[in-house]
């Protein structure tokens, strides 16, 4: 397999650990003084792991075209060996998110060997109704699950069930529904008759999840369908979950909202009836643009983080959402872009974490927002990347990851060893 070695990693952190120990107990000295144990929170940060999406490790597109970078992977294998390059860095990213039928493989034994052997695990397992395959009997054109014909919506659901299997044979635990049903004109397509279809089909899904796994719907506003989709915002999705059953929850894409869209508050809507299934973790400023993580609304991911844990030091029930990130890299290297958007989520997680909690609820008590929000705005202004550069150090990662992998020559490696297959046509992948 195509890696980066261990040793060169440790090799190259030595020219960075000086300065590293430095910072860390500086950072140590000042958040001691608010009472914060620098050493816990970077046990909970060495904790703290975050999917990476194998589809993720390829050069995206738009609807006009796509660009294609060097050395890019061309089958689950390879994706699985950028995926470790990632991981081997980053040091907190150690699952994979499959997206069937891209994905899929003769013998799936082997490909669990492959990541048992890189120290990968996958989990969700993602299924594809929005695009037709080669001898395919019926079109998705106008839908899949909620699709007006019925053999259309069977062959839809069968290949749900067949998503499930592939995830049962690598030890994956839930699966996630995201369908590019809906209309573009005004009266093309019946709401409730759409939204009833949908579910009926969902159930016949749902009866057959493994009792240990969970499925995950995830709603997204527009695209492909431009004037309504079925399962559109998260009203739709916590309706469909709780109509499916406790094993149904809702999986939260960043960039699936209206603009504006409070996603904090919905994402405590969610933990509050117990059905946050889990983040596509992505940034946008005017669609599903599925830029990197943390790139334009920091703030915003650190208020989502705020949340989740919360929900964390108050113990909820039925609280286990799955993170993973969720993003398109257009016009940088997709492995750099990865290996940066799930550092940023880290870092939103271990600023989340200094939040006083007892302050915050004591200033919430006495209405006094502004030293609720200073309470807030005290935990996001401190910079973190210490603890981040010490809990990938302590792990074996990289203090520098992005220098560290250019300096590895993976991507030259890599062009190399996966020569173009040519024919990269497709817009969005
Ligand atoms: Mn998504």
């Known amino acids: ?193 759409s939204f009833e279809r949908y579910l009926e089909s969902m159930k016949k899904i749902y009866a057959e999840l493994p009792s240990d796994w969970e499925m995950h719907i995830e709603h997204k506003m527009f695209e492909p369908a431009f004037y309504s989709t079925v399962i559109q915002d998260w009203g739709s999705n916590i309706l469909a979950a709780m109509e499916l059953g406790p094993k149904c929850k809702s999986l939260v894409d960043l960039g699936h909202h209206a603009p504006n869209v409070n996603i904090e508050m919905i994402v405590s809507r969610l933990i509050q009836f117990k059905k946050l299934g889990g983040f596509h973790f992505n940034d946008s400023k005017y669609g599903d643009d599925d830029l990197d993580s943390g790139s334009l609304h ?46 940023e989520v880290q870092r939103s997680y271990i600023k989340a974490l200094l939040i006083d909690r007892e302050a915050l609820y004591a200033h919430q008590t006495a209405n006094d927002a502004m030293m609720a929000s200073s309470e807030l705005k005290k935990a996001f202004n401190l910079d973190v990347s210490p603890i981040l550069a010490m809990t990938r150090y302590r792990a074996g990662g990289a203090i520098e990851a992005i220098a560290t992998y250019r300096k590895s020559g993976y991507r030259q490696q890599a062009a190399i060893k996966r020569p173009s297959t040519g024919g990269n046509t497709s817009g969005i992948v």
């Open 298 to 343: 920091p703030y915003q991911q650190f208020l989502i983080f705020n949340e989740l844990v919360d929900a964390e030091a108050r113990q909820q029930e039925g609280f286990s959402p799955a993170y993973m990130l969720d993003q398109s890299h257009n016009v940088t290297d997709p492995i750099e872009s990865l290996i940066n958007s799930a550092a």
């Open 1 to 193: 397999m195509h890696r980066i070695e261990k040793s060169f990693i440790s090799e190259e952190n030595q020219q960075y650990i000086t300065d590293l120990n430095k910072d860390f107990d500086y950072l140590g000295e000042k958040l001691s003084r608010s009472g914060l144990d620098i050493e816990k929170l970077t046990d909970a940060a060495v904790k703290f792991q975050i999917a990476v999406p194998s589809w993720g490790t390829g050069t995206g597109g738009t609807r006009f075209a796509r660009f294609p970078g060097v050395g890019e992977p061309r089958n689950i294998f390879e994706k699985l060996e950028d995926c470790a390059a990632i991981n081997d860095l980053s040091a907190c990213t150690n699952s994979v998110s499959p997206h069937f039928p891209w994905d899929k493989v003769d013998d799936f034994s082997e490909l669990k060997q492959q990541s048992d052997a890189v120290g990968l695990s996958w989990i969700a397992v993602n299924s594809n109704t929005f695009q037709d395959q080669k001898d395919q009997a019926h079109s998705y054109k106008y839908g899949s699950l909620s699709h007006t014909d019925a053999a259309t919506r069977q062959q839809a659901i069968e290949h749900n069930l067949d998503v499930i299997s592939y995830g049962q044979a690598l030890g994956a635990k839930s699966l996630t529904v995201w369908v590019g049903d809906g209309s573009n004109h005004p009266g093309q397509q019946h709401f409730q008759r």
